[in-house]
């Protein structure tokens, strides 16, 4: 039930008549033309055995092409080194009006395919064969947004207009990328303590960073919460009135 190289030999066992002598009595012989190699060839391909295999096969980047293989095998489990069957590639979820794909075969028995979105999101895959479900589907394919881009970002909230010295104010950033997907993947955000001084303090912790601009000279906290669904809660504590400018920039 393996496929693979095998050798095949085919021995004769000489056995002498008792009273009777001869060199090859008693000796093993083997036949003409032996021993010499087979080759076992897997057997047709079965849609139970069949895995799909790769990095994109099961997570994916909105606006990135994902790339993935179908390895084709026989009812044994056997991996085909040729082919061109027919697999089809079926993703269903947020993006919709998504056709369904056939396979490219690469001539070593796996079968390429591929996927292109901009919704972002959980997406169920499917892959057939005849009708049949391949074994590893279907499975599911999570979309996550692209990197945040700060032109379809915005401030939103109270905290933005007006606040109270010595009192915390908040206010929300929404994230999205460029294809307007909530963006909630970067949790690590500033917590930070510093002083104001005349003209730029950049937070330069991680992304999402922080600019706030200013002249005084005073005690400013400032911390930030990644919620759900590309939400930022910035809290800021002030000591002294006046006006203030509040700049948000992302990388």
């Given at each position: 039930t393996v496929s693979g190289t095998y050798t095949l030999s085919v021995e004769l066992l000489y056995k002498c008549e008792p009273g009777l002598s001869h060199l090859d009595c008693g000796k093993n012989l083997s036949v003409a033309d032996t021993p010499n190699n087979a080759t076992l060839i897997p057997g047709n391909v079965t849609a139970q055995q069949c895995k799909s295999f790769g990095a994109d096969v099961s997570q994916g980047v909105a606006g990135v092409r994902g790339t993935f293989y179908i390895q084709a095998a026989d009812e044994y489990g056997n991996k085909q080194t040729s082919g061109s069957e027919v697999f089809v590639v079926e993703i269903t979820g947020p993006q919709i009006n998504v056709e369904s794909k056939i396979a490219v075969p690469q001539g070593d028995g796996t079968f390429l395919a591929n996927y292109f979105f901009t919704v972002s999101g959980a997406y169920s895959m499917s892959i057939k064969i005849g009708g049949v479900e391949i074994g590893d589907t279907p499975h599911l394919l999570t979309v996550f947004p692209a990197v945040i881009v700060p032109a379809n970002s915005l401030a939103r909230g109270g905290g933005l207009t007006i606040a109270t010295a010595g009192q915390v104010t908040t206010f929300e950033v929404v994230?999205?990328?460029?294809?307007?997907?909530?963006?909630?993947?970067?949790?690590?955000?500033?917590?930070?303590?510093?002083?104001?001084?005349?003209?730029?303090?950049?937070?330069?912790?991680?992304?999402?960073?922080?600019?706030?601009?200013?002249?005084?000279?005073?005690?400013?906290?400032?911390?930030?919460?990644?919620?759900?669904?590309?939400?930022?809660n910035l809290q800021v504590l002030s000591t002294r009135s006046g006006h203030f400018r509040v700049d948000i920039a992302f990388g």
């Open positions: 994230a999205r990328d460029l294809y307007g997907n909530l963006q909630d993947v970067y949790d690590d955000y500033p917590m930070t303590a510093l002083a104001c001084l005349d003209g730029i303090e950049v937070v330069e912790n991680k992304r999402p960073r922080w600019l706030k601009v200013d002249r005084c000279v005073h005690l400013i906290n400032v911390s930030s919460t990644a919620m759900t669904d590309g939400r930022y």
